[in-house]
């Protein structure tokens, strides 16, 4: 019998969870512990790191997982590298469920960063109203160019004030909609949106409003993975499950 551990946080993460529970496949999904309240799933959950590359391997191992599959944020990368390097050493066999990068289209007028130190640099300059649609976790680094005004959005209200002089936060979880996103960047006369390059149709909005208004988007670039098995659908994933051997059946 499979016992698969889901690194997950994405929409494609819980999707998945939902066909595993649909199948009655034993699997539990993991979350980082970012999110105050995170989405009800229908399959077990557990909050919390591992304690790195090597506190993931241990639970691989105690927990006798045969499968698991990565579907964390295309952003996280200390987690997948982790978990590259976890599978190698416990042996179980890896799958990463990541989303398409999206590629600029007609209309969009994109300026592309490696980090968000790049963005933060790139931010130099005469006062703006800046759509910052990255999160929470990295607002603070924003501070080192605070001439301008930024909109902020977080799935939770945070405990202590975003540690921007010139700040709206909005408190609301997507996905979103382009014509919310077009009517929000309208009210609040924004004239650039940072973002990360994260994939996927469920944040695709921002973009698709900002090429409706002729807005510049800052946009971050993925981090660099190590090499590994990829897919896109969470339905493949379930391929996969049929077609690789666990950990168990392969001697590890």
């Not at 042996?91 to 990541?98: E, H, K």
């Not at 759509?131 to 977080?154: D, E, K, S, T």
Request: with cysteine; hydrophobic share 45%.
């Amino acid at each position: 019998m499979p016992n698969i551990l889901l690194l997950g946080g994405t929409t494609e993460a819980s999707a998945l969870a939902h066909l595993l529970a649909q199948r009655g496949v034993p699997a539990t999904l993991s979350y980082a512990g970012r999110t105050d309240h995170p989405r009800a799933q229908p399959i077990p959950i557990r909050v919390g790191g591992f304690g790195g590359a090597e506190g993931l391997a241990t639970y691989l191992r105690e927990q006798q997982v045969t499968h698991l599959v990565d579907a964390t944020h295309p952003f996280a990368a200390t987690m997948s590298g982790n978990a590259v390097t976890a599978a190698a050493a416990s042996g179980v066999p890896l799958l990463a469920l990541t989303r398409p990068a999206w590629a600029p289209v007609a209309g969009d007028r994109w300026q592309h960063v490696p980090d968000i130190d790049g963005a933060v640099a790139a931010l130099n300059g005469s006062a703006r109203r800046v759509l910052l649609a990255l999160g929470r976790l990295h607002i603070a680094a924003f501070a080192r160019q605070p001439q301008h005004h930024y909109v902020l959005r977080f799935v939770d209200a945070p405990a202590v004030p975003p540690p921007l002089p010139d700040h709206h936060l909005i408190v609301d979880r997507g996905p979103f909609t382009p014509e919310r996103d077009h009517a929000l960047m309208a009210a609040h006369r924004i004239d650039l949106v940072v973002c990360k390059n994260a994939g996927g149709s469920g944040a695709e909005a921002k973009l698709i409003a900002a090429r409706a208004l002729g807005l510049p988007v800052l946009m971050i670039d993925r981090p660099a993975l190590p090499p590994r098995a990829e897919v896109t659908k969470p339905e493949a994933v379930l391929d996969w499950l049929a077609h690789t051997p666990s950990a168990t059946k392969r001697g590890v």
